[in-house]
């Protein structure tokens, strides 16, 4: 399933790790990510915990799905401007039973 409307997809993984922080673009709710074609904002939009319902790490994480997808789990884009200042790619552990943001790509 891809929510995505018709002409645009979630990204794969491999995809979302082609990303960077913009230079100087890292804020404490977010950050500019330099994308090819130009630069877009990713919000710490935080997630919603699997089983509780409740939003977590609102303006710490911004985790966004890939469509790279694993046995029970999925890979996940996570956006930290509250430990690490960075992205990568969270791997085996992302319960398919998160809310996390989607951000939709041009196919």
């Known amino acids: 399933y891809d929510p995505c409307p018709a002409g645009w997809r979630v990204p794969s993984g491999q995809e979302n790790m082609s990303m960077e922080i913009a230079p100087n673009g890292l804020y404490d709710n977010g950050a500019i990510i330099t994308v090819s ?24 994480v911004g985790m966004y799905w890939s469509s790279t997808a694993e046995t029970a789990t999925s890979v996940a884009l996570s956006l930290d401007t509250y430990n690490m200042n960075k992205i990568y790619n969270y791997r085996g552990s992302t319960n398919r039973a998160s809310g996390l943001s989607v951000r939709c790509i041009k196919e």
């Open 37 to 60: 074609g130009g630069n877009i904002w990713l919000p710490s939009s935080g997630y919603i915990e699997p089983g509780k319902g409740n939003f977590t790490m609102v303006a710490n």
